[in-house]
């Protein structure tokens, strides 16, 4: 009988299982695995198919040796910015967020395998798992607000419970990375492990959920979830919207064109 996740020939994923481990790996090494339109509906699209599956007790997500994700695609975003009306635009900016929920709502534990850089939506993506292992010179980036507009796919929340109000509001605002080690030290990763490890490291958590009881662990995962997370809707519901404005500033504008010019934007708050 066909598997619908593991046997399905997927366009930017390799999806693989071991036992009642599956991993997840991010395939489109020509782009730094940046995340388009079908990579990630093909993510919603295997976290809603393994969401419910008692044969699977963990989920290793992982990207390249090299890159975990250069983030949301920039011409894709251009292009969804560019859609004929607001209402168009804020369905298509819904497919973000849609995936991290989906990724969150899996009922196995979620770990995240880093090497390299994670940056902007592909932290989001790592943020909205269980875990994350990163490698000695990984790091995590959100350059969202150096650009122009505001951190969205509803992570501020899950950013803040990791690392604190103030420690989010310094990653997020500034736009600079945060190490391995950074990672650890704020809550935002649970391992360090020597560079090119971390996949072996997540392998290593993995197997050592699969080898608990399954029914505890998921109650456990829910309950700390709906603990941490009680609140997170009613403070980030409005954030797709402020993309809306932000993303038809004249300062988003000038970020992106001094982001592919390589210069310092110059902003006026409009």
């Not at 699209?45 to 695609?73: K, P, Q, Y």
């Amino acid at each position: 009988m066909t598997d619908p996740v593991f046997d399905r020939q997927w366009a930017h994923l390799r999806v693989t299982r071991d036992g009642a481990v599956a991993t997840v790996a991010l395939d489109r090494p020509e782009a730094r695995n940046a995340l388009n339109t079908l990579m990630m509906q093909e993510l919603t699209e295997v976290a809603r198919a393994l969401r419910l599956r008692s044969d699977v007790l963990a989920v290793i997500l992982t990207g390249g040796e090299r890159a975990f994700s250069a983030g949301a695609d920039l011409g894709g975003v251009q292009a969804r910015t560019s859609a004929p009306s607001l209402m168009e635009t804020r369905e298509q900016i819904a497919l973000g967020p849609d995936m991290c929920r989906a990724w969150e709502e899996i009922e196995a534990v979620t770990i995240v395998a880093v090497e390299g850089y994670c940056i902007g939506g592909g932290c989001a993506l790592a943020v909205a798992c269980d875990f994350r292992i990163m490698g000695q010179g990984a790091y995590m980036r959100l350059p969202e607000v150096p650009l122009g507009i505001n951190m969205s796919w509803r992570s501020i929340p899950r950013i803040t419970a990791l690392a604190g109000p103030s420690r989010a509001k310094r990653f997020v605002m500034f736009g600079e990375p945060a190490d391995a080690d950074t990672c650890l030290a704020w809550g935002m990763a649970d391992e360090v492990t020597p560079a090119g490890e971390a996949l072996r490291a997540a392998g290593d958590w993995a197997r050592k959920v699969a080898a608990l009881p399954p029914l505890p662990v998921r109650m456990t995962k829910e309950a700390v979830n709906a603990t941490a997370n009680v609140n997170h809707y009613a403070t980030s519901f409005m954030d797709r919207d402020q993309y809306l404005l932000t993303a038809r500033s004249k300062d988003f504008k000038e970020g992106t064109t001094a982001f592919f010019e390589k210069r310092p934007g110059v902003f006026e708050g409009n």
